[in-house]
C-alpha cells in the first residue's frame, strides 16, 4: 500500500482528504506540537486509520526525521497559515510557517528513494492584481497583493526550482475560495450563512470583490485527481469559474436562509485590517478538464444550500 503523508491533516481540506483516501492508502497526518487537547477534533472519527506524527514545518532537523521514517510515496502539503486578513499584521509568521516550511519539506522529500509527488496547495490568490477581467489561465505572471499570497508565490516558484534543479516530481494546484467548513464561522461563505442563520448583522467590507467558491466536495476531488495522477511538474487551476460579487453572494444567501435584516457594507468593527483586497480573481480551470478529466459536480446554488441546511442544524 502506497504511503502519503498529508501536512495540515487537521485542517479545513486536509481532513476531508485524509478522510476520503485513508481506505486506499497508508496515510500519516503532520500535526503541530500543541497543548490543544481538542487538535485531533477534526480526524476523530478516523484515528484508527491513519497515524499521527507530530513536528513544526518550520524545524528542518525534525521534519527531515519525520519524513525519513515515514518514507511516504506521496506528500500532500496543506499546511499553512490561511487567513489573508491576519497576514497583514503577522507577515513573518505568514512567511515563516508557509514559505520556509515548504522549503524544508522539499528537501526532506529529495532525500527520498521512492518518491513519486510533491503536491502542493497553491491558490487563486497567488495571480493577485491583474488588468483582466475574464478568468485567469496558469501562464499568467503571478502578482500577488498579501503577505500570506506572496509566501505562496515564493514556495510555487521553490518548488518548481526544485523540479528543475533537483529532479522533484511535483503538482502544484491553484484551487479557488473554497466553502462548506463544519466547525469554522470565520471564513466569508460560512460567516453569512451563521450571522443570516443567528439573525444578526451582516457585514460585507468588500463588496465589489469577485470570487470563484467551490464546494468542498470539489475540492477534496482535485486532490484525489492530483494523488492518481500520472501527471506531474505541472501547475493546475482548479475552479467551478462562477464568478460573483461578495454583494451577490450576501444577497444570494439571504434569500436562502430567508434573512430579513438590511446587509451592513462595511467592515466590522475590530476587523483586522486590510489595506488592499484584490478586486477580480476568477479561474479558468481548462487545463484540468481537458487533461486530468477534472469536473466540479456541485453548482454554487446546490453547494449553498447544502451548507446552509448543515448550519440550520448546527449552529
Not at 74 to 101: K, M
Not at 179 to 205: C, H, S, W
Not at 251 to 258: M, R
Request: proline share 5%; net charge neutral; glycine share 6%.
Amino acid at each position: 500500500m502506497k504511503r502519503v503523508l498529508i501536512t495540515g491533516i487537521t485542517g479545513f481540506i486536509g481532513n476531508e482528504v485524509a478522510r476520503k483516501i485513508c481506505d486506499e492508502y497508508e496515510v500519516y497526518g503532520l500535526v503541530r506540537t500543541t497543548s490543544n487537547k481538542n487538535a485531533l477534533n477534526p480526524v476523530k472519527d478516523i484515528l484508527g486509520k491513519i497515524e499521527i506524527r507530530y513536528g513544526n514545518l518550520t524545524d528542518f532537523s525534525a521534519i527531515r526525521k519525520i519524513v525519513k521514517d515515514i518514507s511516504p510515496h506521496y506528500i500532500i502539503h496543506l499546511g499553512a497559515a490561511t487567513a489573508v486578513r491576519h497576514s497583514f499584521e503577522n507577515p513573518l509568521e505568514f512567511q515563516e510557517t508557509t514559505h520556509l516550511a515548504t522549503v524544508n519539506l522539499v528537501h526532506a522529500a529529495l532525500d527520498l528513494a521512492e518518491f513519486k509527488k510533491f503536491i502542493f496547495a497553491s491558490t487563486m490568490e497567488t495571480y493577485g492584481d491583474q488588468n483582466q477581467k475574464t478568468p485567469f489561465k496558469e501562464d499568467l505572471i503571478l502578482n500577488p497583493l498579501s503577505p500570506y499570497a506572496v509566501a505562496k508565490v515564493a514556495s510555487d516558484y521553490y518548488i518548481r526550482m526544485a523540479g528543475k534543479a533537483f529532479g522533484l516530481p511535483y503538482f502544484i494546484l491553484r484551487c479557488c475560495n473554497t466553502y462548506g467548513r463544519k466547525d469554522n464561522a470565520g471564513f466569508v461563505v460560512e460567516y453569512i450563512t451563521t450571522q443570516m442563520l443567528k439573525n444578526e448583522p451582516v457585514y460585507i467590507g468588500s463588496p465589489d470583490a469577485v470570487r470563484d467558491l467551490m464546494f468542498v466536495d470539489d475540492h477534496v476531488n482535485a486532490y484525489v485527481t492530483a494523488l492518481k495522477s500520472d501527471i506531474k511538474n505541472e501547475v493546475f487551476n482548479f475552479s467551478p469559474g462562477n464568478a460573483i460579487s461578495m454583494k451577490e453572494l450576501a444577497e444570494k444567501l439571504k434569500e436562502i436562509t430567508g434573512y430579513k435584516m438590511e446587509i451592513i457594507f462595511s467592515f466590522p468593527p475590530g476587523y483586522p485590517s486590510r489595506p488592499v483586497v484584490d478586486p477580480y480573481l476568477s479561474l479558468d480551470a481548462t487545463k484540468a478538464k481537458a487533461i486530468l478529466k477534472w469536473e466540479p459536480r456541485f453548482s454554487l446554488e446546490e453547494g449553498l444550500k447544502k451548507i446552509v441546511e448543515y448550519w440550520r442544524k448546527n449552529i
